[in-house]
């Protein structure tokens, strides 16, 4: 390990491999967002329409396309299942660790460059977040392909900008114009505090604007003629209205990524600390090439950090494009302290990383204890990752103590991968709460053609894609109020009289599904008693004709 460019690549791409796609699919969906994610490529593929996307079978304009293509693509080869699904965030997780080691080869050599790329693979957030689909992980990929693109394009080569270029494109495609405002700002206050004003000249590179409009601008011309509402809902209301208002109910206080930071890059996070602490002295006033890629790198967080902490709409998922920059810089840090024994600097990052290790290992284990709804069924699952987190922080200490800085490095990334490897089972509990497929797997079980299945004020976004079908929704619109509103849906969203009178005392079967604590008093004074069919994982499915003749079949 660390000896040479090849042996590391392949030592990458062996071991984040088996971390990233082994029992990618053992769990079911996660709702709301996996959901969604997976529904609307089935419906693309249902109706044979990949222009407009469609959830529930309503026009859905919250995110632009690609992600959805290529999730399209990935059912077509493989099924629609769960691995397909989640395939291309992982992969393009994958793609991020190794766009980033190209980048930390390039600054600082290729040891150096395995453990930035290590780091990130085995932080948690990184990791968590590449195995969930939803888009946040291809516009991250996109983002490090379109810096890395920068860096080499104004430091070797001016055809690399056609990376630059080709990489906001896709970001742009995968989630609006976030694509292109993040890299382009990381660009512009590079060249503003470097004062390389020539690269402005090399940067406007013709080939490279070209590509960027023949890749970013098809779709949203197309979709904008086929759909003239599209401009104001997208543009206005989900980049505008979303960034500077509390409209989604996603608020959150400015420094609300800290924590997340802090938690996202267990086990690293004691040398994320230190590496930045390294890299901020000089930054701006010194003028070599290696204090202007470390100030590459800061503006590359600190820009995209800022801008999701003004943001008045805040979820996890959006820090992790500020995340390869900062493993760049903690690979370099434990890259010198390889070399230095018993440093200052290794106990300094040792003692901050058990300060936090620790104390989390200690609450991981506690937690189950203290959540009573919970906490025997999530007490396998995270008792192996505190037992690793802790067990690492004592072992490095007693390599530390004998000053074999290397090995202390060495078990860091040796325990970084069992973490990860405990850390996969953690979503084998969720799916016991979060998933519609034990759901939708039992009404198939009773499910005859012609009937209706509905949802009582709340949206499974799973129950579509397992059950191959539309749902009937009551009281309850949500994110689908822009779509509900095109067209005639008066037989799709309904509140309950209207659900009551138009399918409950009809002449057709309908599989109502319901919270298991929801009260089934609104049904009992409609002449249709409520015949309860499945009472499981949290939800019960009633029915107002428990049974059909063989002839009504």
């Not at 080709?166 to 470097?194: D, E, H, N, S, Y």
């Not at 940067?203 to 098809?218: E, K, N, Q, S």
């Amino acid at each position: 390990m660390f000896s040479s460019h090849k042996k590391n690549v392949f030592f990458l791409l062996v071991l984040t491999t088996v971390l990233y796609l082994v029992a990618l699919g053992s769990h079911g969906l996660l709702d709301p967002d996996e959901g969604r994610y997976s529904e609307i490529p089935r419906e693309m593929i249902e109706s044979g329409d990949y222009l407009t996307p469609r959830l529930n079978y309503v026009a859905y304009f919250e995110k632009p396309v690609l992600h959805y293509w290529l999730t399209a693509l990935s059912f077509k080869v493989m099924g629609q299942n769960e691995f397909a699904a989640r395939f291309w965030p992982a992969i393009l997780a994958l793609g991020g660790v190794l766009v980033t080691y190209w980048l930390a080869n390039r600054m600082n050599g290729p040891r150096a460059a395995f453990l930035s790329a290590w780091v990130l693979a085995t932080s948690l957030v990184y990791f968590a977040i590449g195995q969930i689909n939803i888009t946040d992980m291809p516009l991250a990929f996109f983002i490090t392909l379109s810096l890395a693109g920068f860096w080499m394009g104004q430091r070797k080569d001016r055809r690399f900008f056609l990376l630059f270029y080709a990489g906001m494109a896709l970001a742009t495609l995968t989630k609006g114009l976030i694509g292109v405002v993040l890299p382009a700002g990381v660009a512009f206050w590079w060249i503003v505090l470097t004062r390389k004003w020539g690269v402005i000249r090399s940067t406007f590179y013709l080939p490279g604007i070209a590509l960027f409009f023949l890749i970013g601008t098809p779709w949203f011309v197309l979709v904008s003629l086929e759909n003239r509402d599209f401009f104001q809902f997208f543009f206005i209301q989900e980049h505008l209205l979303r960034y500077t208002t509390k409209m989604h109910g996603r608020f959150e206080p400015w420094w609300w990524f800290i924590p997340i930071l802090i938690v996202g890059f267990i086990p690293w996070t004691g040398f994320i600390l230190g590496a930045v602490r390294k890299a901020l002295p000089g930054s701006l006033s010194r003028k070599t090439h290696q204090d202007r890629a470390n100030l590459f790198l800061l503006l590359w967080f600190i820009i995209i950090f800022t801008f999701f902490s003004i943001s008045r709409s805040k979820l996890i998922p959006y820090i992790i494009p500020a995340m390869p920059p900062l493993a760049i810089l903690a690979g370099a840090f434990l890259d010198k302290l390889m070399d230095r024994g018993k440093s200052r600097e290794l106990f300094t990052g040792m003692l901050s990383n058990t300060m936090i290790l620790v104390p989390f290992g200690i609450a991981l284990a506690a937690y189950p204890f203290l959540d009573e709804r919970y906490g025997r069924m999530l007490l396998p699952f995270v008792a192996p990752v505190a037992a690793v987190l802790v067990f690492l922080a004592f072992l490095s200490w007693v390599f530390y103590a004998k000053g074999q800085s290397r090995n202390v490095v060495l078990i860091l990334c040796i325990f970084a991968f069992l973490n990860i490897a405990t850390f996969k089972n953690v979503f084998s509990f969720y799916d016991h709460i979060m998933t519609a497929r034990e759901v939708a797997a039992s009404i198939r079980e009773h499910l005859l053609p012609g009937d209706v299945v509905a949802q009582y004020r709340e949206y499974d976004q799973g129950l579509p894609f397992y059950l191959k079908r539309r749902i009937v929704l009551i009281d309850w619109v949500g994110e689908l109020k822009f779509g509900s509103k095109r067209g005639d849906q008066s037989d799709w969203f309904l509140d309950t009289p209207g659900f009551i009178e138009k399918y409950w005392r009809s002449d057709d079967r309908v599989l109502l599904v319901m919270r298991q604590e929801q009260s089934l008093d609104f049904l009992e004074n409609t002449g249709v008693s409520p015949v309860v069919l499945i009472d499981a994982n949290g939800k019960i499915v009633v029915t107002n004709k428990e049974m059909r003749t063989t002839d009504e079949k």
